[in-house]
Each structure stands twice: as structure tokens, then as C-alpha cells.
């Protein structure tokens, strides 16, 4: 009998790792066997017949420019048409593949079958089922598809921001032997480049993945100074951003149909509620609110199903004030967006006629913007030294940050963007053609030396170098002060592709200053054009929901997965918290009764001193083990991948919706966020399913 069990045991200790192996060996096949598909459905549906439509308005330019630039060399940027990239690469497909409508759009087309694979990069968080959706709904997504065979820069924009974030993630939370390589911070410099020289969108992207990261490195900073459940709080902040930021894009439809100034003139003159479109202002405003109060509680009660009594209320009040006042934010942000091009300080242009005149009028130009820049530098570099100053220990500020890899990141990513914002000190300088045709005619001397045709090219010049100097020589003490040997390679990345792209290979010296000066300041004077005249609401009752509903479904019910996560790790810390202070009270009830601990018997019953300090110790490492589950569950140290996904969506959709100028390509930069929050969702219930069962039960079936 015993040599029986003996050996089944044996059987079992053999076949069981060859089981799971080759169990798994079969899921690997056949992962790769769907991706595969996927693969060849993606470059099928992406090349069929790509030259056969004809071609639109903005393709016919962008075709334009790039057959003038194949045929004689001659192309000079201009942020009008964008980055400078999409016309190299295209000039590129004409002279291997001849020039035809196919290998115009050759270059969109292959990125976009490239872009539908991007998923696999996360398998790390989507997961196996995850990834397979991801890439499944980026292939059917009738939005990226149309636009991925288009020659337009929107896709090479989405896919080179989709390489920055995995770059990131991977050297903050990527495998262990991963984590913090340099090459990762050099794909994060030649993406952010291909960003940038493809479209402006970039600095939406640069700007909200800024954000977050910051967001991260901040809370984890309190969490090594003060201690702070950082984890909690951080997840808690992103919560109400998330949520606030979907309550304001339902205020935006609001708001737009029903303007605010309309609802106080009624209210003035009717009473709030008896003017009717006060009236429907707040029953649309309180629907609203309720509705995404509603995922909030609902999900809150769900987790906490079964200890009602435990149901943290304050905490639900604290996060419904916080989502009423990010709200509160974008709405004001959203009224404040209607600028004219006055309030902008763009003005129109120069009559010649009228220039002597003009040399008299007082000037206008707001000098402080231009002299911000030399004060920041200077407070800059002060800083810089001060950090490096070594303590009693020989250490300074940087052994100590050197602990937060998200830090690396932003610094990469700030240092090589900094100069790029010298347009926003243009723009807020508000200088007018006048007064650049005076400053031009003072350094006269100039047009001589550069390339431009007027007085008033160098004034602008003198102002935009004016504003751009201190920030590149701030930009460049910050990655020296930082890790020279690192920052020097990421430099000579991004600013030979730079330099290469958008000089038009070095024959266009000028490029260098309208990309890296001139295309932010472009596209913020724009801000006023409000080309097409779009409504606030053309985006989410309008492009989305008609071409990209399967993700709006998907998103919704990952925010409520997503807030339900929330509220039941914090019931889970509330049990640990209970637990412990349970077995605190046993070990103070043993003490006052003389070593007995709670529910022990009394008289000669009593269990001997031996056992009881056993007993005790049981208690003590439980609660050990206990405080360490706490530590874990409070502690941020890992940006989670679900709260970065969802931040890019929500705020994704408000920066668009207020962009003055709304056109239907730039619904692909929205619904790619939603896509991988589908994914992550659905993607969940599929790994929960067991497939050999239900192919079982199947086969039972039939």
C-alpha cells in the first residue's frame, strides 16, 4: 500500500512540470498564432488597393511638397504643414517604389501596420488576452484605419507617443534586469524627436505624460520625507482627476449647447429654475454629476458588500468635493479658451504705408516675457549649484534622488523640450508687426549675416533669440547636473535627427529655428482661427460615438473596474487595519490578565506560562506579517499602468475639445487610449476563463 502511494507520488511529482510546461507551450503557440493573424490582416488591410482612392485636399500637399522634394531637393519647414518627417519619408517611398499614389501613402500605411502591433510592447500590463484585443480593435478601429492608409501625420504622431510611454514604463517598472537602462532614455529622445517632427500635437503628448510622471515623483517624494501613504493618495488624486475630467467633458456638451452667459441672463431675470434654459442647465449639470457620483458609490459598495458598516462615507465625500473641483477647473479653463486674436497679441499685418507712423506709437511688447526666460536661468543654474554641493557625508542632492527612476525620465524629457517653449514667451510678449520692423531696423546689421528678407524677420529673430538662449543653456545645465554621460548621448540623439529633418539634410539652415522656436507659437496663435467652427461637443457626440463606440463602452466599463479596484484595496487595508488592532487588543487583554490571552479559561484550567507565551508570539509575528501587507498596499512603487491609461484618455479628450481647431483625424489620437482600456478590461475576463473546460464541455456538448 505504501509502496502504491510511493509511486503516485513519484508519477505525479514527474508529470505535473511537464503538464504545465507544455501546457503553456500551447498557449505561447497559440497566442502567436492569433497575433499572426492579426499581423497579416493588419498589412493586408492597410496596403489592399491603397493608390486606387483618390486624393484629398490635404494630401495632395502633403504629396506635393514631397514629389518637389524628390524631384529637385527643395523643401523648407514651415509649422503650417506640420513636422518635417512625413515629406522626407514620403520622398523617400518615391524614389525606391516611383512616384504613384501607393508610395505616397506607403510611409502612413506601414507605421500603421506597425501601430496595430504596438500592444504586444505592454504585455508586461495588458496581459496575454489584453494584448490580443489591443491589437484586434487597433486593426478594426474604422478611425485608424481610414487614417493609416492617409498621408497624414497623425499616425507616426500616435506611434512614436506610444514608443515614448513604453520607453518610460520600461525604465521605471520594467523587468528587474530592465529597469533604469540608459537605451531606454535614448528611445524615449528619438521618439519624442519623431513626435515632434511629425506634428504639434507632440507637445500635447509631452505634456500630459509630463504630468503624470511628475504627479508620481512627487507623491513617491512625500512618501520618502514624510512617510505619507503615497499609494492611496496618488491613486486618490488620479481618481478624482480621472473622474473630475469625465464629469467636465460632459459640462463641455452642456455648456456648449446651453452657454454659462445664458444661464445668467435667464437666471437674473427669471429666477434660476424658472428660466428654461437655466432650468435645463441644472438638471443637465445635476444628471451629470450624479450619474459619474454614481460609479463612485456604486462601486464603494460593491467592494465593501458584506461590512456595510465598514463603508468609508467621508472618504466617498472627500472624492465627490475633489471631482466637483477638478471639474470646476476645466470648466473655467473651457470659458477662458475662447480667445480672440487680440487677447493673444496677434495682430494683423503690417501696412507698409503705415510703418513711419508706427516708429512713433508707444510700444506694446510686454518686455518681461522676453526677460522671464533670463530670470528662470538664472535661478536655475543657481540651483544646479547648490545641488551639487557635497555634504559632511560627500554626498549630495542627486545621491539621494537618485532613487526615483521616474525623475531620469522627466528630466530627459524636460531638458530636451525646454527650448521648444520659447514660443509661448513669444506669444505672451505680444509684440506687434510695428514693433519687430523697429527692433529689426536697430540691428540692422543682421541682414547681412542671416537669412531673411526684412526688417521685421530680424526683429523677430532678435526676439525669439532673445527668449530661446537662456532656456537652451538652461536646458543644457539641467542634463550636465544631472548625468552628463547619459544626458550627452540623449542630446546628440534627438538634436542630429532634429538638426537632419528639419534642415532639410543641412540645406535649410532656417528650419532650425521655425521648429524648434516658431512651431509651438504658431500653432498657439491659431488657437484663435477656430478653423472649421466646430461645436465643443464635435468629438464626444459626434466623431466618437459614430465610428469609435466599441471603445466608449470599453472605457466606461473600465472606469467602473477601474474604481471598483480603487475602493476594494482600500477595504483590504481596512480589513488589515481591523485585524491588527484586534490582535492588539489580545495581547493588551493578556497582559492586564496576568499572560492570558482572550478567550483563555480561568482556575486550574489554565493553560501552562510556556504555552501562553507561544501563544503571544503567534500573535506578534501575525501582526508583524500584517504591517508589512499595510506597508505594501500604502506604498507607491510602481506607476500603475491602468491610472497612466486613463489620465491620457480623459485629459486626451478635454486638450482636443478645447483646441480651437477640431478636425476628424484627431479623433485617432483619442480613441487610442480608449483601445487599450478596452483591451485591459476585456482583457481581464478573458484570462479568467478557462478555455480547456469550456472546449470540454463543448465537445461533451456536441
Known amino acids: 500500500m505504501a509502496a502504491t502511494a510511493s509511486r503516485q507520488s ?11 510546461t507544455l501546457i503553456q507551450r500551447v498557449a505561447v503557440r497559440w497566442e502567436l498564432v492569433i497575433l499572426s493573424v492579426i499581423l497579416l490582416l493588419a498589412i493586408f488591410t492597410r496596403l489592399y488597393a491603397l493608390g486606387d482612392r483618390a486624393m484629398s485636399h490635404d494630401e495632395s500637399l502633403h504629396v506635393y511638397y514631397s514629389y518637389e522634394l524628390y524631384m529637385k531637393g527643395d523643401f523648407n519647414h514651415s509649422p503650417l504643414m506640420h513636422g518635417p518627417i512625413l515629406f522626407h519619408a514620403t520622398a523617400l517611398s518615391f524614389a525606391l517604389f516611383g512616384d504613384n ?3 505616397g501613402r506607403l510611409y502612413a500605411a506601414v507605421l500603421g501596420i506597425a501601430l496595430v502591433m504596438t500592444p504586444v510592447l505592454f504585455r508586461r ?42 520607453a518610460a514604463l520600461m525604465y521605471i517598472n520594467g523587468p528587474p534586469d530592465q529597469q533604469r537602462k540608459p537605451r531606454f532614455l535614448y528611445v524615449i529622445s528619438a521618439a519624442m524627436l519623431w513626435n515632434l517632427g511629425s506634428k504639434e500635437t507632440a507637445f500635447i503628448y509631452i505634456a500630459l505624460f509630463g504630468a503624470f510622471f511628475t504627479l508620481y515623483w512627487l507623491f513617491r517624494m512625500g512618501q520618502a520625507v514624510w512617510k505619507i501613504p503615497a499609494r492611496q493618495w496618488f491613486s486618490g488624486t488620479l481618481m478624482a482627476i480621472i473622474l473630475g475630467g469625465t464629469l467636465a467633458i460632459a459640462m463641455y456638451i452642456i455648456v456648449d449647447i446651453i452657454p454659462l452667459n445664458t444661464v445668467a441672463t435667464g437666471a437674473q431675470t427669471d429666477g434660476l429654475l424658472n428660466n428654461r434654459d437655466s432650468r435645463s442647465f441644472v438638471v443637465w449639470s445635476v444628471l451629470a454629476l450624479v450619474t459619474v457620483v454614481f460609479i463612485a458609490a456604486t462601486t464603494l459598495l460593491w467592494a465593501y458588500r458584506g ?27 473651457e470659458e477662458r479658451s475662447h480667445i480672440t486674436r487680440e487677447q493673444i497679441g496677434v495682430q494683423a499685418p503690417l501696412d507698409p504705408s503705415a510703418t513711419e507712423a508706427a516708429s512713433t506709437t508707444v510700444s506694446t511688447i510686454r518686455w518681461l516675457w522676453v526677460l522671464a526666460p533670463w530670470a528662470l536661468m538664472v535661478g536655475a543654474l543657481a540651483l544646479f549649484v547648490v545641488s551639487r554641493r557635497k555634504n559632511a557625508e560627500g554626498k549630495d542632492w542627486w545621491d539621494w534622488l537618485h532613487q526615483f527612476p521616474e525623475l531620469d525620465v522627466l528630466w530627459v524629457m524636460g531638458s530636451l523640450i525646454l527650448p521648444w517653449a520659447t514660443g509661448v514667451f513669444i506669444v505672451s510678449a505680444r509684440g506687434t508687426p510695428a514693433e519687430y520692423e523697429s527692433i529689426g531696423a536697430s540691428f540692422s546689421f543682421l541682414r547681412d549675416i542671416l537669412p531673411v528678407q526684412s526688417s521685421m524677420q530680424v526683429g523677430q529673430f532678435v526676439v525669439g533669440g532673445l527668449c530661446w538662449l537662456p532656456l537652451m543653456i538652461t536646458a543644457i545645465a539641467a542634463g550636465v547636473t544631472w548625468n552628463w554621460r547619459r544626458f550627452v548621448v540623449c542630446w546628440l540623439i534627438f538634436h542630429s535627427l532634429f538638426a537632419f ?17 516658431y512651431s509651438l507659437q504658431y500653432w498657439l496663435e491659431q488657437q484663435a482661427e ?4 466646430q461645436p465643443q461637443y464635435y468629438y464626444t457626440l459626434i466623431i466618437l460615438p459614430m465610428y469609435e463606440f466599441l471603445p466608449i463602452i470599453g472605457s466606461v466599463a ?7 479596484i480603487f475602493w476594494k484595496r482600500r477595504r483590504r487595508i481596512h480589513d488589515l487595519e481591523d485585524e491588527l488592532i484586534a490582535n492588539r487588543k489580545q495581547l493588551a487583554l493578556a497582559a492586564v490578565d496576568g499572560g492570558k490571552t482572550s478567550g483563555e479559561p480561568d482556575g486550574d484550567d489554565a493553560p501552562a506560562p510556556v504555552a501562553v507565551a507561544v501563544d503571544a508570539a503567534a500573535i506578534e509575528a501575525r501582526s508583524a506579517g500584517i504591517d508589512a501587507q499595510l506597508a505594501h498596499l500604502r506604498r507607491l512603487d510602481e506607476a500603475p499602468f491602468l491610472l497612466l491609461v486613463g489620465f491620457w484618455a480623459v485629459l486626451n479628450i478635454i486638450i482636443y475639445t478645447l483646441a480651437g481647431e477640431k ?5 485617432t489620437h483619442m480613441t487610442t487610449p480608449m483601445i487599450f482600456l478596452t483591451a485591459w478590461f476585456f482583457g481581464r475576463i478573458f484570462d479568467r476563463i478557462d478555455w480547456s473546460c469550456c472546449a470540454r464541455r463543448a465537445g461533451s456538448a456536441c
Request: aromatic share 16%.
Open 101 to 103: 499614389d501607393f508610395s
Open 501 to 517: 529633418f528639419f534642415t532639410t539634410v543641412f540645406t535649410n539652415i532656417p528650419g532650425l529655428a521655425t521648429g524648434m522656436i
Open 10 to 20: 513519484q508519477h505525479t511529482d514527474y508529470t505535473d512540470p511537464l503538464r504545465g
Open 663 to 667: 478636425m476628424p483625424w484627431l479623433g
Open 558 to 564: 473600465a472606469s467602473f473596474a477601474g474604481t471598483f
Open 125 to 166: 500590463w495588458l496581459g496575454r488576452w489584453g494584448v490580443i484585443l489591443a491589437c484586434a480593435m487597433l486593426l478594426i478601429s474604422p478611425l485608424l484605419m481610414y487614417y493609416n492608409r492617409y498621408i497624414r501625420h497623425d499616425t507616426p504622431s500616435i506611434l512614436s507617443a506610444i514608443l515614448m510611454i513604453w
Open 307 to 333: 461590512r456595510f458598516k465598514r463603508v468609508p462615507w467621508r472618504e466617498l465625500i472627500i472624492l465627490t468635493v475633489a471631482i466637483v473641483l477638478v471639474t470646476g477647473s476645466f470648466v473655467f479653463i
Open 530 to 533: 477656430r478653423r472649421g467652427s
